[in-house]
């Protein structure tokens, strides 16, 4: 099989919306951004970077970012909605660079390997690192959990800062063995993070297929036996209750999940959410505020909002 790549040559500052927009809007099966910044910083950096000399004499002027899609997607109709989101983009205010697009068929197995270069050791906090299943790592505290991962065709690296965010509110919530429900779980990854925290019993859900083979395979390669995974949308026709709530997917979708927390939230129950854009914070305040939840704390990682939420006091 053959895969479509799309690439751009634009700028940093547009990363997140590109990679979101492709992959939630235009079913990319992947996205990769190649980043001046990063080979520039090599070298120093203490994780396990490693920049091949082939690629030095091609360094992005800003960002390359390529989107991924099957070889039978319409390539006319994908450049044109990247030239439209692009212009979007602009009268924001934002950055979009030069903008130049070109498009090229790959072998599928050259994609797999391609993105593995640039997806490396996350040594994210005191508790928790990330470890690609390829790479070998040996933790500075020798109780710190390590979350093996390979993503497949899934959300879901750790690289991202909505996925950060919904982990550093994990770690403050899991303070004694609770039950999770991870909703959008893509590769697995805050279900894993969870179940590694301390907690008895996590559900994955998603809505699609390739994010049930990723997230059960990673729980497989973590060893944990205490993830259940459910293919579903959002919390509609999940059964029972949790200590813990964890989604992290855009704002519109998690619109439609707030009105559903209720039901299947433990007494003294908390909720994590990520993935909200910061102009999109006041829509979800509303919305939690008017289901009779509040928020107890507020991250922000760049443009993105991480909340920590428990009900309202009666
Ligand atoms: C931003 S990714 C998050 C993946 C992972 N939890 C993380 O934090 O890195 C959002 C995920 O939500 C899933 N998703 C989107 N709409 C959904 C819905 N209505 N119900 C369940 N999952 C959904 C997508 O398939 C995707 O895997």
Same mark, same amino acid.
Do not use: C
């Given at each position: 099989?053959?895969?479509?790549?799309?690439?751009?040559?634009?700028?940093? %500052?547009? =990363? /997140?919306?590109?990679?979101?927009? &492709?992959?939630?809007? !235009?079913?990319? @099966?992947?996205?990769?951004?190649?980043?001046?910044?990063?080979?520039?910083?090599?070298?120093?950096?203490?994780?396990?970077?490693?920049?091949?000399?082939?690629?030095?004499?091609?360094?992005?002027?800003?960002?390359?970012?390529?989107?991924?899609?099957?070889?039978?997607?319409?390539?006319?109709?994908?450049?044109?909605?990247?030239?439209?989101?692009?212009?979007?983009?602009?009268?924001?205010?934002?950055?979009?660079?030069?903008?130049?697009?070109?498009?090229?068929?790959?072998?599928?197995?050259?994609?797999?390997?391609?993105?593995?270069?640039?997806?490396?050791?996350?040594?994210?906090?005191?508790?928790?690192?990330?470890?690609? %299943?390829? =790479? /070998?790592?040996?933790?500075?505290? &020798?109780?710190?959990? !390590?979350?093996? @991962?390979?993503?497949?065709?899934?959300?879901?690296?750790?690289?991202?800062?909505?996925?950060?965010?919904?982990?550093?509110?994990?770690?403050?919530?899991?303070?004694?063995?609770?039950?999770?429900?991870?909703?959008?779980?893509?590769?697995?990854?805050?279900?894993?993070?969870?179940?590694?925290?301390?907690?008895?019993?996590?559900?994955?859900?998603?809505?699609?297929?390739?994010?049930?083979?990723?997230?059960?395979?990673?729980?497989?390669?973590?060893?944990?036996?205490?993830?259940?995974?459910?293919?579903?949308?959002?919390?509609?026709?999940?059964?029972?209750?949790?200590?813990?709530?964890?989604?992290?997917?855009?704002?519109?979708?998690?619109? /439609?999940?707030?009105?559903?927390?209720?039901?299947?939230?433990?007494?003294?129950?908390?909720?994590?959410?990520?993935?909200?854009?910061?102009?999109?914070?006041?829509?979800?305040?509303?919305?939690?505020?008017?289901?009779?939840?509040?928020?107890?704390?507020?991250?922000?990682?760049?443009?993105?909002?991480?909340?920590?939420?428990?009900?309202?006091?009666?």
């Amino acid at each position: 099989m053959k895969l479509l790549a799309i690439k751009i040559e634009t700028s940093h %500052e547009v =990363e /997140d919306a590109l990679s979101i927009y &492709s992959q939630d809007n !235009l079913n990319a @099966l992947g996205t990769e951004a190649r980043k001046r910044s990063d080979f520039e910083q090599a070298g120093w950096l203490h994780d396990s970077t490693v920049v091949e000399m082939d690629e030095i004499k091609d360094l992005p002027k800003d960002m390359q970012f390529i989107a991924y899609f099957d070889e039978e997607a319409d390539r006319d109709d994908l450049v044109n909605k990247f030239k439209n989101k692009l212009n979007e983009l602009k009268s924001y205010g934002l950055n979009t660079g030069e903008e130049k697009i070109t498009t090229s068929y790959i072998a599928d197995q050259d994609w797999n390997t391609a993105w593995q270069k640039y997806y490396h050791v996350i040594d994210f906090s005191r508790h928790l690192a990330i470890v690609p %299943e390829w =790479e /070998d790592y040996k933790p500075a505290f &020798s109780d710190q959990k !390590l979350i093996k @991962l390979d993503p497949g065709l899934a959300f879901g690296t750790g690289n991202h800062q909505t996925t950060q965010l919904a982990m550093m509110g994990l770690e403050r919530a899991i303070v004694k063995p609770v039950s999770v429900v991870d909703v959008g779980t893509g590769s697995g990854i805050l279900a894993i993070a969870a179940s590694e925290l301390g907690a008895t019993n996590v559900l994955a859900t998603d809505i699609s297929d390739e994010s049930m083979t990723a997230a059960q395979q990673n729980a497989a390669l973590n060893g944990l036996t205490n993830i259940k995974t459910q293919k579903t949308s959002l919390l509609a026709d999940v059964d029972g209750k949790f200590d813990i709530i964890v989604a992290n997917i855009l704002a519109e979708i998690l619109l /439609d999940l707030i009105p559903q927390m209720n039901d299947h939230l433990n007494d003294n129950g908390q909720i994590i959410f990520s993935g909200i854009d910061y102009l999109q914070l006041p829509k979800i305040e509303k919305a939690l505020d008017e289901n009779d939840f509040k928020i107890d704390l507020t991250m922000r990682q760049g443009r993105w909002i991480g909340l920590s939420i428990t009900r309202k006091e009666k």
